[in-house]
């Protein structure tokens, strides 16, 4: 069964604009970590929040946990065509990965 | 560095046939991960090895064997192939089993079972 779940499925804005995806998840955990997928490709990390953190940033990326609520938030600011891609959150619970099924994000130019 | 790399890329087989998919990482990790990704599913593990002579199931083992030849491979065995099966397998890396540690993944794997 899947840990996280993103919400949204899709999203699709314009160049220039932020992208906010979110993750939710059921069962505690040891960190969340954020990967990119391009089509046909492997999967990149883009992020790692442990679970006594709240925020962190990453370049253009903002990464925030709320442990209370089991979420968490990717903020992609300025958003560029390059960014087109699925982001996948993954929950870290003793070395047992979950996956939730991704963001879609299309950033047209 | 090549990172971690698999083989092939892609393959058909036909039901009932056995193939071995090949992960080797050159990062000196001791931790090393098989998933497979299906459309609107995420990815799920398949089995996972936290060093080199240990295995354990993860989340969807049935119909896989895995077995790690040395601290570089990690290699995923189907034996009797079913179309259930068809599926983008990844494999991935870390360099130990903590809670702090990114994985690493592969190019994946696209498996077409027919």
């Known amino acids: 069964s899947q840990q996280g779940e993103e919400d949204p499925q899709a999203l699709s804005i314009q160049e220039g604009e932020n992208a906010t995806m979110n993750c939710s998840y059921k069962t505690s955990i040891n960190n969340l970590q954020w990967y990119r997928q391009n089509s046909g490709r492997g999967l990149v990390h883009l992020i790692l929040?442990?679970?006594?953190?709240r925020e962190k940033h990453s370049g253009r990326l903002r990464v925030t946990l709320d442990t209370s609520k089991k979420s968490s938030s990717l903020l992609i600011t300025a958003s560029r065509a390059a960014d087109t891609a699925s982001y996948f959150c993954a929950t870290d619970n003793n070395n047992d990965m979950r996956f939730g099924a991704g963001t879609r994000l299309t950033v047209k130019p | 560095n090549a990172g971690v790399t698999q083989t092939p890329k892609f393959q058909v087989l036909k039901t009932g046939q056995s193939m071995t998919l090949q992960c080797a990482q050159d990062?000196?990790?001791?931790?090393m991960y098989w998933y497979r990704q299906d459309p609107g599913m995420g990815l799920r593990l398949i089995y996972y090895s936290a060093s080199e002579g240990t295995t354990d199931k993860g989340e969807v083992p049935n119909g896989y064997n895995v077995s790690r030849l040395n601290k570089r491979e990690f290699s995923l065995r189907l034996e009797s192939a079913a179309p259930s099966q068809t599926s983008v397998y990844f494999c991935a890396s870390t360099a130990s089993s903590g809670s702090t540690d990114t994985q690493y993944f592969g190019p994946g794997t696209r498996l077409t079972v027919l």
């Open positions: 929040i442990r679970s006594n953190e």
């Open positions: 990062m000196n990790h001791n931790s």
